[in-house]
Structure formats: structure tokens, C-alpha cells
């Protein structure tokens, strides 16, 4: 559970992205993206922890990447 909401959330590392998948009481889905140089909050389509997670990992496998890196 996050500690200042108590709601079920996965955290997780996809691409050098940090993904937290919060599960709102509503029963919508976000997402809390970190790459170190900026964050976003992104909303999901997803209705269930496995899909979020799944619509989560396809949004930061699909961000650009630098080719000079």
C-alpha cells in the first residue's frame, strides 16, 4: 500500500523510467513516472493492476531515445 494513502500501488523500473502504478479508490488507474530529469502523472485505461501495469510498461518502452546514449 502507498504510505500516504493507504491505496495498492507497484512500483517498478522499465527503460530507466520508475513506474508507480496507484490504484485510486474510484477504481482508475495512474501512473507516477520518474526518469531522474523530469515526472509525470499519467492516467491509465486500464480497470486492473495487471493491465495497468501492462498499459504502464508499453508507455515507457515507447518514450524516445537518445541515440547519442
Known sequence: PDPECGCPVEEWIVCGVTLQVH?????TLEVYADTGDWDANIPLTA????????????????LPVDPRL
Open 23 to 27: 490504484f485510486e479508490p474510484d477504481g
Open 47 to 62: 480497470t486492473t493492476l495487471s493491465e495497468g501495469r501492462a498499459e504502464a510498461f508499453a508507455w515507457a518502452r515507447g
